[in-house]
């Protein structure tokens, strides 16, 4: 049984040049005249030739394929760096698969070993809080897998890192409260082992001292990224005897979960309580009132971390190193009057 399929056999007759100078055209390799390239492109854009990927990845000991590793409990998160990573890869050979891990674990770094050995991939994008784990990069590191982590701070190289501004988009936020005349904030944090919390919890503090306001104790609670514990959290604050009169959570699915305590306790948002968020999930905007909440550029975190991966010798750099937040301000707060 005969095929009219074209195949690199062709490619390589009709260019006059060798298979492996097709190889490299197809691999992007900077190891070839300019000349050489066009042709080989014309030859196969002329034959509607395409490369074997399984053929390929054999060849090239990996798949054409972005793993995302993540222990991140925040759906709406994930959905937004599947988003970015997508966006990162559009028009390429690339997909993308997503590998949760338990970064509690103590077989954590052997299960992601395991990972990398069965599926070879072209390189992992590495979330918080599993990106700051010293011990996963120096994994990569010997099995020769690239590599982008993105984080709350600078971990590694700028070609390994996107980064966020937390601290001082959080310090903007709590100011934007004390400016509306608040002074008994609240906060409810991250869960420990983020440094996305501990950067927010930073960024809280920064701006409690710059309007000289003591951080109470009193006005913290622990929080888990989910919507449970920001309920948990604000009845705590709620019914504590230092009600405050503004919260800040650290993301939107508490903050709602913050809103949801205050009516259980018969508190009006934002008249008698002023809520603050991070992220700017859509829930933001779909609940009453709407949330204001810290913008987090997670889509172009994502973008930048897939495109920093693929990138190749004589590629523009990507240039997103530190993408910066921004505040939405929206229903949820309200000034203070003198007399609270």
């Not at 395409?50 to 925040?74: E, G, W």
């Not at 966020?164 to 082992?193: F, K, Q, T, W």
Request: glycine fraction near 6%.
């Amino acid at each position: 049984m005969t095929t009219n399929t074209p195949t690199i056999n062709d490619v390589a007759r009709l260019a006059n040049v060798s298979k492996k100078t097709v190889s490299r055209v197809i691999n992007k390799s900077p190891l070839l005249s300019e000349k050489t390239r066009t042709v080989v492109e014309q030859v196969i854009a002329d034959l509607g030739y395409v490369p074997n990927p399984q053929a390929r990845a054999l060849a090239l000991r990996h798949n054409f394929v972005i793993a995302v590793i993540h222990d991140n409990p925040n759906a709406q998160f994930l959905v937004k760096v599947q988003q970015g990573i997508l966006e990162g890869i559009d028009g390429t050979e690339f997909g993308m698969m997503v590998q949760p891990v338990d970064r509690n674990s103590p077989t954590v770094v052997d299960s992601i070993r395991r990972f990398l050995e069965l599926h070879r991939p072209y390189g992992v994008v590495l979330l918080p809080p599993i990106s700051a784990n010293e011990e996963l990069i120096e994994l990569c590191r010997r099995f020769g897998c690239r590599y982008v982590r993105m984080a709350s701070v600078e971990l590694d190289e700028p070609q390994h890192m996107v980064t966020s501004n937390d601290r001082e988009a959080v310090c903007d936020a709590v100011g934007y409260l004390v400016e509306m005349g608040h002074r008994r904030i609240g906060l409810i944090e991250g869960p420990p082992g983020f440094l996305s919390a501990a950067e927010r919890r930073l960024g809280y503090e920064q701006a409690m001292k710059a309007a000289d306001i003591a951080v109470d104790p009193e006005l913290i609670r622990p929080g888990a990224y989910t919507f449970e514990s920001g309920v948990t959290a604000a009845l705590s604050l709620l019914n504590g005897d230092k009600r405050p009169t503004a919260i800040f959570a650290s993301n939107d699915e508490m903050a709602v979960g913050v809103m949801i305590a205050a009516r259980q306790v018969g508190v009006e948002v934002p008249d008698g309580l002023s809520i603050v968020g991070f992220d700017d999930t859509p829930m933001s905007n779909h609940v009453w009132p709407a949330l204001t909440t810290v913008r987090w550029p997670i889509v172009g975190m994502a973008r930048a971390a897939a495109r920093k991966l693929i990138a190749r010798p004589g590629d523009a750099p990507v240039e997103e190193t530190l993408l910066p937040s921004s505040l939405m301000k929206r229903g949820s707060v309200a000034r203070l009057s003198p007399s609270d």
